[in-house]
């Protein structure tokens, strides 16, 4: 059984749109789903809503979001944070933004461990120590002491992995860990994660804009335009055969390695006009029950 | 190091600033009409009689002269002999300053702890009818000063519904055991409850008329920034992890929250101090504020020069307080 499987999942902005339409998707233990599709389809809505922490603009309206079988959203809010809290985690986007300014690195790294899951401060210390430790970091004592704006940006994003995998979580959201780094560190924070997932058997939810990272880290993907999942494949068969027209010219517009001057084609307006469609198609659908 | 830098930084143009204070205040209370000697006289006295008393007080010399006189005893920490009074100026300014201190300090604990609460109220419950209900009551409390809040307060619970004190320090017929001007501290650490009880009796009301804007400028600054802080990354990076609202705001969103507050209570609470002049009055309280007025109806030249370089001094001290503590709580500052 799938650790986490999201059922029909919607979403729609208070009196608005909606953000997501049924969504379904599973995350197997240990696995890793790229979650990939145009800038606002609502990829890092999905990890939000997993993680509990959808903007208060917005509502689910239909659907199960099942972690370990247990429906999150039957659940009371304070049972359902304590559960996402221990077994899940977050690696988020923006490195310089998502620690505290005016905390140490090391509470801010131990105090899951310590506040919600009951361990010792000195436990949870040494586990600190272990975890810089594996993402790299030199002089890990020195780092626990430091504030954030002492330390690079690569430096923070590694600790926030470090941070993420503390409490050998079952499942970890990363909304696009990279962009917001440099090119030159992007790759190796890439490889990072990649291993650190593979050694700890987490299964991981992977959003990115970025189909050649999506070949190299995942095994399943899902596309998702405009809130709906367009396909859900193995990563194998959506490279070799894409099964929708929109993954094809996904697919067409990702330039390759083997010919890096093919350049750039935008998604044809056609695929785009026949995805709307379909969009709209589910609307009217969902409006007539 | 970067410490000492600030203070000295802070100690130069302090003193500055007070020259500054010094030379316009001297100027100013001598063009304004008036005559001390005048006042203080029986009427029918002679030209010689005032003459003779100008003398004695060195008020027949010229401004300049004068001026150079009172600055030199100054610099020696004489202020020079209250007009009223014939006691020096210092030793009278500094015996009413605990009250004011007292007072003022009280006021802002209030303020803090009023307003503070609002704006933890109000962010716990953003977006619903307990955050309207804060903004309204935030609305109401700036917009009436604080001298209306004294005369409000001094209704409801001097006359409607007796129980505090309206005018005085305290008790008078009390006996009090004190070495130290500080009242309200010196009663705590002498474990006398029931002394501490009486001069809280009678300095809640002044106090809180002193606190009612300061806290609605807290709770509606603080409530803004806190707002803001609660939708930034390394909040929502808290609340993945299983953390609930209320640690959330204390924990992860309160400090940085009140890092932008902190610099305008600091101004805030010079004006609040300057308040205590007509609130004092107001409440018949004997501090430096209802001092200064008395000073200033009976034109008593060299103690208002006393009492209003003091309030100089204590406001330049606000100031300093507050730079410092933004650094403490700023990290990014402190390792600067
Ligand atoms: N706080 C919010 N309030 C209202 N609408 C929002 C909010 N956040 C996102 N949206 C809307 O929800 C939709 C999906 O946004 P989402 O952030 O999930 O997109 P995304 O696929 O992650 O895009 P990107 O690649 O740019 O991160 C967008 O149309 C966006 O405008
Ligand atoms: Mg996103």
Redesign the pocket.
Known sequence: MSFLSIRNLS?R?KN??P??RRVSLDVAAGEVRG?V????????????AVLGI?????QITEGEILLDGTDLLRLSPRESRRRIGASCALIP?DPLTALNPSHRIGPQITNRLVDILGWTRAAADARAIDLLAEVQISDPARVLRSYPHELSGGMRQRILIASAFAAEPKLIVA??PTTALDVTVQKQILRLIAGMQARHGTALLF?T?DLGVVSKVCQKLSV?Y??LVLEDSTVTDFFTAPRHAYSAALLAATPKYTDPDAGLQPVPDAVIGAVRAEVDSFDRKAAHG | MAFLRIILLRVLTTLVTLAGVAVIVFFVIRVVPGNPIAMMLPPGATEDDIARLSALYGLDKPMVTQFGIWLAGVMQGDFGTSITTRQPVLGLVLGRLPATLELSIMALVMAVILGGSAALIGTRGRGTRTEGAIDVANGMALSVPDFLWGLVLMLVFGVLLPVFHISGRVTPSLDLPFTTGFYLFESLIRLRFDLWADLVAHMFMPALALAIPLAAIIGQLLKQSLKETMNLDYVTLARTKGYGETHVILREALRNAALPTLTLVGVQFTFLIGGTVIIERLFSYEGLGNMAIDAVINRDLPLIQGIVILFAVIFTAVNLIVDLLYAVLNPRLRHA
Do not use: N, R, T, W
Request: net charge negative; no cysteine.
């Open positions: 979403v902005l608005g749109p953000l997501l979650l599709g145009e800038s606002g389809a609502g990829k890092s809505m999905i990890g939000k959808l903007p208060p603009s917005v986007q909304d696009e959003v804009h998702l405009s809130g």
